[in-house]
């Protein structure tokens, strides 16, 4: 990519996040909740986080597991998307759940290669949503070992092997496939008019961990 090429999508990815910021601010007059909202470009992808001095008053915007934040994530995608006329592969953080999410899923990665090492058996992670398989699969790949993706949405989760091996031949090595597994979902999700979970993403290469 020349430079010229690089400065225009970066100037792209940050009007992306102008029009996020735009309609976030709008959701949270009508909300009635304060909060400051930063922009920034991360990993090819425009990247904004709604923050807040007080300790737990966005909360709501989170949910259970992040599922409102998710929810929230592909609305923000969606509004994007319809004043620039193209997907958005935006992520969205609220009061820094996703970056505290991400250092969980590092640290339960890294206990289960320990395992595997350990013991040579190959180890299952609990099911995850893509975005939060894919930084499994960073961690597993960085540590020079082999994942895979198994089972189907909402119970798909990640499968540690060691390196050189493979569990099974119906079983697809996914190191670096949720990328495309995030942006799928939400390309069929906005095709059938409702929400799905992403990361990533943001991950994610998303997952893109939409990854």
Excluded: W
Excluded at 86 to 91: C, D, F, Q, V, W
């Amino acid at each position: 990519m020349s430079e010229s090429t690089q400065k225009d999508r970066i100037t792209q990815l940050e009007e992306e996040g102008e029009i996020a910021a735009d309609y976030l601010e709008e959701l949270l007059d009508i909300a009635d909740l304060d909060g400051d909202i930063e922009i920034d470009v991360e990993n090819g992808r425009a990247s904004v986080e709604v923050v807040s001095e007080s300790a737990g008053s966005l909360d709501r915007l989170v949910g259970e597991d992040g599922k409102v934040l998710d929810a929230l994530q592909e609305l923000t995608r969606l509004a994007v998307q319809t004043e620039t006329g193209e997907r958005s592969r935006l992520m969205l953080d609220v009061a820094g759940f996703r970056s505290g999410r991400k250092a969980e899923l590092q640290a339960l990665t890294e206990e289960a290669i320990t395992r595997l090492r350990m013991t040579g058996e190959p180890q299952r992670l609990v099911p995850m949503n893509p975005f939060e398989r894919k930084v499994c699969h960073d961690v597993v790949s960085a540590a020079g070992l082999v994942s895979e993706s198994e089972g189907a949405e909402p119970n798909r989760r990640v499968v540690i092997l060691a390196a050189g091996s493979q569990e099974s031949d119906d079983q697809e090595v996914e190191v670096s496939e949720e990328t495309s597994t995030v942006e799928t979902d939400v390309a069929g999700a906005e095709a059938q008019g409702d929400g799905t979970q992403v990361a990533d993403t943001e991950g994610t290469q998303d997952v893109d961990v939409q990854e």
